[in-house]
T-cell receptor, first 114, second 114 residues
């Protein structure tokens, strides 16, 4: 039973273009959503987050959009750079009042071509 | 300020042996989380600990796995009588507050059971 789904295992974009990574969730009790970036043989690095009371959060080249009615969020990276090539994980938290654990998707491997 | 430190980075164990994975949280962090990543999968929550207390172990297998976070020293994830299916990357994260929103991850321990 996968509560956080990233349906695209991989995505390839050209340098300078926009990268859009998508994430769907099934549990309406989630109230906080995060994106992590992961390089091979390293731990995940926090990128950006959004609370369920917002529909957009922006940090430099990274913007996360949340559509609660559709239970969908997306990460936009613009302009994309070769150094952005990594696996991106969507994560959610907040189920069941006081739960602290993160529920991760399976990840999307982004490749930015020079 | 050193980040989350995990050791060893790589661990090879024969079936039936014990594996001990260590995690030293960031300075000032009193909340520790363990996650496991199987090949081609996202990170799966295992256990959430505060100093000397297990807060949520809902993701821990019922047998052979245990975790502790003593008053002094690192958090330990212990796997007894390892089997091939335990081969995975084990990540530790720490945070200064409740909630995974401020969690910082270590580089992980890659356990291989032969």
């Amino acid at each position: 039973d996968q509560q956080v789904k990233q349906n695209s295992p991989s995505l390839s974009v050209q340098e300078g273009r926009i990268s859009i990574l998508n994430c769907d969730y099934t549990n309406s009790m989630f109230d906080y959503f995060l994106w992590y970036k992961k390089y091979p043989a390293e731990g995940p690095t926090f990128l950006i987050s959004i609370s369920s009371i917002k529909d957009k959060n922006e940090d430099g080249r990274f913007t996360v959009f949340l559509n609660k009615s559709a239970k969908h969020l997306s990460l936009h990276i613009v302009p994309s750079q070769p150094g952005d090539s990594a696996v991106y994980f969507c994560a959610a938290s907040g189920v069941g009042g006081g739960s602290e654990k993160l529920v991760f998707g399976k990840g999307t491997k982004l490749t930015v071509n020079p | 300020n050193a980040g989350v430190m995990q050791n060893p980075r790589h661990l090879v164990r024969r079936r039936g042996q014990e594996a001990r994975l260590r995690c030293s949280p960031m300075k000032g962090h009193s909340h520790v989380y363990w996650y496991r990543q199987l090949p081609e999968e996202g990170l799966k929550f295992m256990v959430y600990l505060q100093k000397e207390n297990i807060i949520d172990e809902s993701g821990m297998p019922k047998e052979r796995f245990s975790a502790e976070f003593p008053k002094e020293g690192p958090s330990i994830l212990r796997i007894q009588q390892v089997v091939r299916g335990d081969s995975a990357a084990y990540f530790c994260a720490s945070s200064p507050l409740t909630g995974g929103t401020e969690a910082f991850f270590g580089q992980g321990t890659r356990l291989t059971v032969v």
